[in-house]
């Protein structure tokens, strides 16, 4: 039987706050077994058949993250993954009768093959939901009209993605982090993705992408024609095969290129990714490179547009506002790619081989990590921009503070000394304590009070020139 499983990453409103498993281990782990109970009973409440007699089965939601880890003796095993945390925390399995909005009224047979529906929820704003479909034979048995139908079945396929991400973000996962976010008020473990103004949120519950993979045996009928148009847009550079060839010569097992995938089930496992799959290493390297692409294609986007907006910024409130934005964007980033590097360390080898094998083609590094890492450069290049612009006005507003000090210390001096030259030359009871006469104080004391203003003005205005001669001579 042929198979259908769909992979789409849905940007969510959820962010992990950095380092708050490492800092406090015991407290995160209890922070997410204390809410299960909580979460379990939300649940039920949100099950579309809740109020049934006798109710049908609630969605399931697992909280992955609720024992401390340790560092140290983690490869115990070869056969499976060395990390001790899954880089997802939390796992949600749901059937069609948990969506009514979408599969409710659905008589198309894409919705109503659908045995299997899942998401998992990953650090940086990101769920990943996947599908399994049974294809009905008509669907892909030998017929002339076959190179159309699975144009359909492509089209469909995305169609249902999009629905089914933008449905379970609503009636699920954002109920389900609105429970954990009132746990954690002063935000030790989550956090927001975006403020609620910034027009950003407006694609929360949307897919970045749809992925297709096609879990085919090459034994049923009309299996070549389907394996040919399938893929017949895959392009594996310095190959003098085409991929269709070498899949249905065996040489190639499977096929994970870009969007369209295949998979050649000689054994019936299916698509389940079930413990013993031959697929199994397959499925997760996918799940893993999907997540990797799709929250640093996010990072990369937004640090664009934040960037555009930074240069076209004038009001120094627009400026602080967009620094604290690109900070926080380029540590997010650098997370990313440090957390696909940590993550490399505990794969199972032959996980990590695909993985990377995957994000090659893709080119992950030429088309994201270099980007980001230039736009990292960038944003910490315009931080010190707005950073020196900050301190040169902060020391041209002292230097103007100084400078109007000085101006109206030149005349009250000015005026002080005329004032005791006076006093002394009225009053015989001072003039004992004057051990000689002064001529300074004498010529203050005898010039009339609009010249001493005058000239103290003419003194302050000196003053200001030379400081506008200095400051230009800085500035250039």
Not at 83 to 88: K, S
Not at 365 to 373: D, G, H, I, N, T
Request: proline share 5%.
């Amino acid at each position: 039987m042929t198979q259908l499983r769909i992979l789409a990453p849905v940007v969510v409103d959820y962010y992990a706050v950095p380092g708050a498993s490492l800092r406090d281990p015991t407290g995160y782990a209890r922070f997410w077994a204390e809410q299960q109970s909580d979460l379990d009973e939300l649940l039920r409440d949100l099950a579309p058949d809740a109020a049934a007699d006798p109710p049908g089965p609630p969605p399931g939601v697992v909280l992955e993250h609720t024992r401390p880890t340790s560092s140290l003796n983690l490869y115990r095993t070869i056969s499976d993954h060395a990390v001790e945390r899954t880089p997802h925390v939390l796992t949600g399995t749901l059937c069609p009768a948990h969506l009514p909005g979408e599969f409710g009224d659905a008589t198309d047979s894409l919705h109503a093959g659908i045995i299997e529906i899942s998401f998992r929820l990953f650090d940086h704003g990101v769920m990943l939901l996947e599908m399994l479909a049974e294809i009905e034979p008509s669907l892909t048995g030998p017929t002339e009209a076959l190179a159309a139908r699975l144009d359909d079945l492509q089209a469909g396929a995305v169609a249902m993605g999009e629905r089914v991400g933008r449905e379970i973000v609503t009636r699920y996962l954002d109920p389900v982090l609105g429970l954990l976010r009132r746990a954690d008020r002063d935000e030790r473990i989550l956090a927001a993705a975006t403020p609620r103004s910034d027009p950003v949120t407006a694609e929360f519950g949307e897919a970045l992408w749809v992925t297709r993979s096609l879990v085919l045996d090459p034994a049923e009928p009309g299996a070549e024609e389907v394996v040919r148009h399938w893929v017949k847009d895959v392009v594996m550079a310095g190959d003098d095969r085409a991929p269709a060839d070498r899949l249905l010569d065996g040489e190639l097992h499977h096929l994970v290129r870009w969007l369209n995938y295949i998979f050649m089930d000689r054994t019936g496992a299916g698509g389940r990714m079930l413990a013993g799959d031959p697929f199994r290493d397959q499925w997760d390297a996918l799940r893993y490179a999907q997540v990797f692409y799709g929250t640093l294609d996010r990072i990369d986007s937004r640090l664009s547009k934040i960037l555009a907006d930074s240069a076209a910024a004038t009001s120094r409130w627009e400026l602080d506002q967009l620094k604290g934005k690109l900070i926080g964007l380029s540590q997010r980033a650098e997370l990313i790619i440090m957390e696909r590097q940590d993550l490399s360390k505990y794969l199972k080898r032959a996980v990590r081989v695909e993985m990377d094998a995957i994000l090659a083609f893709w080119d992950y590094e030429a088309l994201l990590e270099q980007p980001v890492r230039f736009k990292i450069d960038t944003c910490d290049r315009r931080l010190a921009e707005l950073a020196a612009r900050r301190t040169a006005r902060s020391a041209m507003f002292t230097d103007l503070i100084l400078l109007a000090i000085a101006m109206t210390s030149v005349l009250g001096t000015a005026l002080t000394v005329t004032d005791f030259g006076r006093s002394i030359a009225s009053d015989p009871d001072m003039a004992v304590y004057d051990l000689g006469r002064s001529s300074a104080v004498e010529w203050f004391a005898s010039q009339p009070a609009d010249t001493i203003v005058i000239t103290s003005g003419v003194v302050s205005v000196l003053l200001v020139i030379i400081y506008l001669f200095f400051r230009r001579d800085n500035s250039s």
